[in-house]
């Protein structure tokens, strides 16, 4: 299959409208619509949903880029700081608008479970583990839209496939079929939500249990698709066994695990 997408939607005002950035907000709008059907059915007020989203887009997006930042390119932004957090790139003879091309989900999880720690703390409705568990839905259906994402942008390519069977990312100038790895994550992702979903009904009260099937699924995921994926960089020079992506997930795997066990004994002592 050949693969030769425009990144570009349309433009407004001389900027581009990205396929990736569309992805980004049928993600985050999908989520507020599973949320407030959760709510919904928990008699949980309304009134705390629009925050909730203030606090994920904007915790989402930080440690997604704080993560790409430190964990894969940071020779490259220690050297050129204002472009962290500023969607630009330095081209020599000076700044372009590029927008964010760099996020990592190791660094969104991180930035989720702080932000939403802090959200906890001011509007106290609700325990922290009890708000994790119930936004694995919408992190899981949401993933597989920023995968897509990253299909159209040819980017987060899969190594070469050696058969006729791939994808040619044509944009990337390449003649040879590659593993669609963006495919093959947005597939799992897209599992994972709907094996949460039927968790959900059962063991919504079982606090921990969601979050750490999430974990240790999602994450069991990307180890998996790390072996068709070509490197990102990162710190696996001086780890050469695995991937950056592979090192990085391995904890998650175990965490969610442990918050399995965990819940389940919570549940067996209460019995």
């Given at each position: 299959m050949n693969w030769s997408p425009d990144p570009t939607l349309f433009e407004i005002f001389g900027l581009g409208i990205h396929t990736y950035s569309l992805m980004f907000v049928i993600a985050f709008s999908l989520g507020y619509y599973?949320?407030?059907?959760?709510?919904?059915?928990?008699?949980v007020a309304f009134k705390y949903l629009e925050p909730l989203l203030f606090y994920m887009v904007?915790?989402?997006?930080?440690?997604?880029?704080?993560?790409?930042?430190?964990?894969?390119?940071?020779?490259?932004?220690s050297q050129h700081p204002l472009e962290i957090l500023l969607p630009i790139k330095d081209m020599g003879t000076g700044y372009k608008f590029i927008g964010f091309r760099g996020l990592a989900s190791h660094g969104?999880?991180?930035?989720?479970?702080?932000?939403?720690?802090?959200?906890?703390?001011?509007?106290?409705?609700?325990?922290?583990?009890?708000?994790?568990?119930?936004?694995?839905?919408?992190?899981?259906?949401?993933?597989?839209?920023?995968?897509i994402g990253n299909f159209f942008n040819s980017e987060i390519v899969g190594k070469y496939t050696g058969t006729d069977f791939g994808?040619?990312?044509?944009?990337?100038?390449?003649?040879?079929?590659?593993?669609?790895?963006?495919?093959?994550?947005?597939?799992?992702?897209?599992i994972l939500f709907w094996i949460l979903r039927q968790l959900y009904s059962r063991y919504k009260d079982r606090e921990g249990m969601l979050l750490g099937v999430f974990f240790a699924g999602l994450f069991s995921l990307r180890f998996l698709v790390e072996y068709v994926k070509e490197s990102q960089g990162g710190f696996e020079t001086l780890l050469p066994?695995?991937?950056t992506g592979q090192w990085l997930s391995i904890p998650c795997i175990i965490g969610g695990l442990v918050l399995v066990w965990y819940a389940n004994k919570r549940a067996t002592a209460k019995a």
């Open positions: 599973l949320m407030k059907g959760m709510f919904k059915t928990e008699k904007f915790s989402t997006l930080i440690g997604a880029r704080l993560g790409h930042v430190f964990f894969y390119d940071w020779d490259y932004f969104a999880v991180i930035g989720i479970l702080f932000g939403i720690y802090l959200f906890q703390k001011k509007y106290n409705f609700k325990s922290w583990l009890w708000i994790l568990d119930r936004l694995t839905l919408p992190v899981a259906i949401g993933g597989m839209f920023v995968r994808v040619v990312f044509l944009n990337n100038r390449e003649t040879l079929p590659r593993h669609p790895a963006q495919l093959y994550e947005a597939l799992g992702y897209f066994l695995l991937s």
